[in-house]
């Protein structure tokens, strides 16, 4: 092999995240609703009898599958059998700031209008759904706590290969875990990270009013 084959075989590739085929892709949809004329946010509370996170507050979403051609179509088909809406009615949809969290996964969020007064919950998923005032999420601060990440070598690791051994200096990590508050429902963690992600792309969009107008029915 020369070193112009290896070059010329590799003229246009387009780059990905490294190590990216070992991670999870998950898709989820910020649902935009209106109510008594102003924009709300939409949040699921998984079902109860569900295995994984019984009753947390979430966005629809899930794992995207093989055959769905993109994170969009993911997101889109996980919301309509979630909410119990016709793929067709959920519209305007724009993607958001795609995510890996430290538990090896993608996340791709997405933003999009639902029709609130469609709904027809999936009981097997969703236990309910509730909305909070968008102009509320705006002008409310959420908590912020920090969590460190501790660094744990698996049994065997070989120190002995490693400048520093035992006593090698691990750079530590942490990460900000968000929590909004509204009429006793709590919404954190990777939920509360799209949403504040959301919110602050509409701040800094320069639309955003103390008194933001209704979704506009007649977009389509």
């Known amino acids: 092999m020369k070193l112009n084959q290896l070059f010329e075989h590799f003229q246009g590739r387009t780059p990905a995240i490294l190590g990216s085929e070992h991670f999870a892709k998950f898709a989820v949809l910020l649902p935009l609703v209106e109510k008594d004329g102003e924009i709300h946010v939409l949040f699921e509370v998984r079902s109860y009898e569900m295995r994984r996170q019984p009753g947390e507050v979430c966005f629809p979403g899930g794992k995207c599958d093989p055959e769905d051609r993109d994170e969009l179509f993911t997101a889109i088909r996980e919301t309509a059998e979630e909410l119990g809406v016709s793929p067709s009615d959920i519209r305007d949809t ?13 996340i791709f969020p997405f933003a999009g209008a639902v029709p609130a007064d469609q709904l027809q919950l999936n009981p097997d998923e969703v236990a309910e759904v509730f909305t909070i005032p968008l102009n509320y999420l705006l002008e409310t601060a959420p908590d912020r706590h920090t969590i460190h990440f501790k660094v744990e070598p698996a049994e065997g690791f070989p120190y002995d290969l490693i400048i520093g051994g035992e006593d090698y200096k691990w750079q530590p990590r942490t990460m900000d875990e968000y929590f909004y508050s509204y009429e006793g429902r709590i919404v ?11 919110l602050d792309i509409v701040k800094s ?10 979704l506009d029915k007649s977009e389509k």
């Open 188 to 198: 954190w963690g990777l939920t509360a990270r799209i949403l504040k992600h959301f």
């Open 205 to 214: 969009s320069g639309i955003y009013r103390s008194s933001s107008p209704p």
């Open 94 to 106: 724009f993607p958001l700031d795609f995510m890996l969290s430290p538990f090896g996964t993608i």
